[in-house]
């Protein structure tokens, strides 16, 4: 693996339409539940985001928003069996095309964005247009606005969207220890250079020697997160070095916003992307949730034009509940 390097990657729409998101209304079921405050009616909708192969996925609560307070959208996601939470809000028409605000919330506070968050926000919205014709959107976080797709294919919704500008530089001495001492893990189990990227917040990519060495692990989540917030990180994503299909696996820890460990993370998976195309790989299928016993996959691809790299990055995702609270 080659040492990284600090580059940029520049924030670029794409064509590419691989990653995929499907929702089937077979699996969807409705039920009633009790109205929390007057006129405070909302439908949650709990999709499994980033599934593999029909199943697993991170179960992620979907609603438009309203006037919650901040420490009510922090409770939506415990509430529904989630570790994070997609409010909505149509924002009207923008380069053509429907346009959309969204704000993530863990137990802990909001988030400046959630990958596996967008592919269920994409999900959603693309099931609420119906018909059989493509649905694109312009999606707008509080720092930035970009592309999201979803088309059709019979029953399977698929989908994806621009991840942003990705940054890497080399990790440090001092904080790749202490990460690595949060892990509980060996200097022998690394199996190369370590990476702090961002596309919002930084985070360590730690590459181990395999597959079994990261299913190994055994994480401190307290010194774990000491060490993250010392230096600043978001957490520690963990993966074995990708085989010559780009396939590999991962584990993503961030027990500083509340989550000791990520069924999926498709954002840190975009900066993987963004690293591994600087050697030669341009497309990634990343397994996570296994540890966690909910199967998850999330594939990115990276192109390259005149204008830069082009990063796409989601997965598949089934609405499975609507509720109306």
């Known amino acids: 693996m080659l040492p990284c390097r600090d580059v940029q990657l520049s924030d670029v729409d794409a064509?590419?339409?691989?990653?995929?998101?499907s929702a089937t209304a077979s699996e969807i079921e409705t039920k009633e539940a009790v109205v929390d405050r007057p006129g405070a009616m909302s439908e949650v909708v709990v999709v499994d985001a980033c599934q593999r192969d029909g199943a697993g996925g991170s179960p992620t609560a979907v609603l438009d928003d309203a006037p919650f307070t901040d420490e009510e959208?922090?409770?939506i996601p415990a509430e529904w069996g989630a570790s994070h939470a997609v409010f909505l809000r149509a924002t009207g028409t923008e380069r053509r095309r429907p346009a959309h605000t969204l704000r993530f919330f863990t137990a802990q506070g909001e988030l400046p964005a959630c990958g596996h968050g967008t592919v269920a926000a994409l999900a959603v919205l693309a099931e609420r247009e119906g018909g059989d014709h493509d649905y694109r959107a312009v999606l707008r976080t509080a720092h930035r606005s970009f592309d999201g797709r979803a088309s059709r294919n019979g029953a399977v919704l698929t989908a994806s969207?621009?991840?942003?500008?990705?940054?890497?530089?080399?990790?440090?001495?001092p904080e790749l220890r202490a990460v690595a001492s949060g892990l509980g893990l060996t200097q022998d189990a690394v199996a190369g250079d370590a990476c702090v990227a961002s596309n919002g917040r930084p985070?360590?990519?730690l590459p181990l020697r395999s597959r079994a060495a990261l299913a190994e692990l055994t994480p401190d989540p307290a010194l774990l997160r000491a060490a993250c917030d010392r230096y600043g990180l978001l957490g520690c994503y963990a993966y074995s070095p990708?085989?010559?299909?780009?396939?590999?696996?991962?584990r993503m820890f961030a027990p500083s916003i509340g989550v000791p460990e990520d069924i999926a993370n498709a954002n840190s998976t975009a900066c993987l992307a963004a690293y591994a195309a600087?050697?030669?790989?341009?497309?990634?299928?990343?397994?996570?949730?296994?540890?966690?016993?909910?199967?998850?996959?999330?594939?990115?691809?990276?192109?390259?034009?005149?204008?830069?790299?082009?990063?796409?990055?989601?997965?598949?995702?089934?609405?499975?509940?609507?509720?109306?609270?």
């Open 278 to 325: 600087g050697f030669g790989t341009h497309r990634l299928a990343v397994d996570m949730g296994d540890h966690l016993g909910s199967p998850s996959t999330i594939t990115a691809t990276v192109h390259r034009d005149r204008t830069g790299h082009r990063i796409r990055v989601g997965g598949q995702a089934a609405i499975v509940r609507r509720v109306t609270r």
């Open 73 to 75: 959208r922090r409770r």
């Open 242 to 250: 990708p085989d010559r299909h780009g396939r590999a696996a991962a």
């Open 161 to 173: 969207f621009d991840p942003g500008p990705v940054s890497l530089r080399s990790a440090g001495g």
């Open 15 to 21: 064509s590419n339409t691989d990653t995929l998101a």
């Open 203 to 205: 985070r360590l990519l």
